[in-house]
Each structure stands twice: as C-alpha cells, then as structure tokens.
C-alpha cells in the first residue's frame, strides 16, 4: 500500500490553487491506485510553530535539560520527521508568497532539519538521512516567475529537500493565475496536461 504525505501550505486552505492543483493529483493517483492512504498536513491551521529560542534549543540542543515544553516541540518535530519517513510519496501544494515559500512551510522545515536525526555533517559535507523518494510540488503564482532571480522557492525547495537526501523532487506550477481568466485558464489547463504525465511516470 502507497502512503502519501500530503503538505498544505496554502493561506486559502482547500480553496488555494496549489491546493486544488495538489488535490487533483491526490484522487487520480488514488484511483490509479486504490488503497493508497494519505496523510494530510496542514502547515496553516495545524498550526506548526515558527522556531523561538527554547524551541530551537529543543530541537538543536542547545539546552542540558528540557522542561516539558521542550519535549513537546521534540514529540512535534519526531511526528513530523515520522510522518516524512513512512511517506513513499511526497505532495506539496505551494503557492508563492513575496517571492519564496509561505513561513508555514519553512516552519515545518525547521522542525524536522535535525543534526543527526535526517542529515548529519561529515568531513566530506553534510550528508542526509532521509531515503529518497519522490516529492511533486505544485505550485502557484501569481505572475510569471519561474526562472527569475526573484522567484527563490524553486531553488529552496530542492536544496532543503536534497539537504536531507531527498532528490527526485519536481514541479508543476500554474502562472499568471492574477492576470486574467484567459490566462489563468490556460495555466491550469497546463497544469492538468502536466499532472497526467506526472502520474504517469510514477
């Protein structure tokens, strides 16, 4: 049986483009594959923290001792990097926010990026811990990014994701969605031809 992790990180939650974009991936993998289970992580309204300094000395170990607030963030953060590690497939929808990831997101990352947990240092560089398995992003923009310097989600979501041994990471983006329904039509309808090749190929 296919698990998948499916990580929301849309402000408009169902109803965010890379929400239904992603969703849309979801079922038809589903009915390609009945049985498959998903696990739904909403970065938003599940309400992952953003890193303070008594969680990052939790998470780091900075502190000697953790009082019982600290052990939460770490039963958090173990959740989380566990729900990663029974994934065989990983799901993001992603819309763009000022040029890079929702904070959602970056805060699910922090809590999972763990010396010695999923990457470690070595002498030859830091080395991830974390099996391979395939990510597909979806994600949404406003205008036409991708490929700009400005547009800094794409590259951080393969150097986090690889940081960790995580390389088969792809996207499928909508653009332009703001413009006008013509265009916005003619996204999605890109997206949708997209989607059936990546299904396909898994």
């Given amino acids: 049986m296919t698990r998948i992790l499916y990580l929301q990180s849309s402000i408009f ?14 079922e ?7 049985g498959t289970e998903v696990v739904v992580r909403d970065l938003v309204n599940d309400g992952v923290p953003h890193l303070d300094l008594a969680r990052a000395g939790a998470l780091r170990g900075f502190a000697d001792s953790l009082d019982d607030e600290q052990k939460a963030v770490l039963a958090l953060s173990d959740a ?3 729900e990663l590690r029974a994934a065989d497939l990983v799901v993001v929808g992603l819309p763009m926010y000022n040029f890079g990831v ?9 809590h999972i990026a763990r010396a010695g947990v999923t990457f470690r240092y070595t002498a030859d ?8 398995r395939p990510v597909r992003v979806f994600a949404s923009h406003g205008g036409f990014h991708v490929g700009q310097p400005h547009e800094t989600s794409t590259t ?3 150097a986090i994701f690889g940081f960790i041994g995580i390389e088969d990471v ?3 983006y909508a653009e332009g969605l703001n413009i006008s329904e013509d265009v916005k039509e003619e996204a999605l309808e890109k997206a949708r031809v997209e989607t059936e090749a990546a299904l396909a190929a898994l």
């Fill in 13 to 26: 939650g169902d109803q965010g483009q890379s929400s239904q974009m992603a969703t849309a991936f979801i």
């Fill in 28 to 34: 038809a993998y589903q009915t390609r594959h009945p």
């Fill in 80 to 82: 989380l990097v566990e």
């Fill in 102 to 110: 929702p904070t959602q997101f970056k805060a699910w990352f922090d």
């Fill in 125 to 132: 560089g830091p080395e991830g811990l974390v099996a391979d």
């Fill in 156 to 158: 951080f979501i393969k």
């Fill in 170 to 172: 792809r996207f499928i």
